[in-house]
C-alpha cells in the first residue's frame, strides 16, 4: 500500500498517472466518499491538460472530455447512483471505450469483473487522514507499471 499525504499528493498521483494512460485504458477508482477517488482523476484531467477543475460527474453520471480541452478522448464516469448494473449497459460504455480513457468511479456497482483489464485504484481514509492507496495491475498494465 501507497500513503497519499494530502489532496495535493492525491492530485499529483493522478497527474503521474497520466504519464502512461492512453485510449483504450479502463482505470477504475474504488472507496468510501472522501477517499480522493475525485482527485485522482482531476490531477489526470489536468495533466492531460483540461483548463480549470474538473467537476465530479455524480449528478451527470458521465462527463466527457475531448480535444483540444485534453490531449485525447475521456469519460468521466461516476456509478455511485446506479442501482442496478443492468442500467451500465444504457451507457454503452464498452462500445465507446476503446477510442478513449475510461475513468470509473464506484466500478463495483457494475458487479463483480465488469472491466477485467481495469488498472484497478483502491483507496482508503487512514486514521491519521492519509489516504491508502492499493493498485491492482492486470496483464495488459504490466509493461507499463513500474515495479
Known amino acids: 500500500m501507497r500513503t497519499l499525504a494530502d489532496a495535493q499528493a492525491t492530485e499529483a498521483f493522478g497527474a503521474w498517472l497520466a504519464t502512461l494512460v492512453r485510449p483504450g485504458d479502463v482505470v477504475t477508482l474504488e472507496g468510501t466518499l472522501g477517499a480522493g477517488k475525485t482527485s485522482i482523476a482531476r490531477g489526470l484531467l489536468a495533466a492531460l491538460g483540461l ?76 486514521p491519521d487522514g492519509t489516504r491508502g492507496l492499493t493498485v491492482g495491475v492486470p496483464e495488459a498494465w504490466e509493461t507499463r507499471w513500474p515495479t
Not at 453520471?61 to 447512483?81: C, K, N, S, T, W
Not at 471505450?97 to 484497478?120: F, I, K, N, Q, T
Open 51 to 126: 483548463p480549470g477543475e474538473a467537476p465530479s460527474p455524480s449528478f451527470a453520471i458521465v462527463q466527457p472530455y475531448e480535444p483540444p480541452e485534453v490531449r485525447f478522448p475521456v469519460l468521466h464516469v461516476d456509478l455511485y447512483r446506479i442501482d442496478d448494473p443492468a442500467e451500465i449497459e444504457e451507457l454503452a460504455l464498452n462500445d465507446l471505450r476503446y477510442d478513449l480513457l475510461l475513468l470509473v468511479e464506484w466500478p463495483e456497482r457494475a458487479g463483480p469483473g465488469y472491466w477485467p483489464d481495469a488498472l484497478r485504484l483502491g483507496l482508503t481514509i487512514e
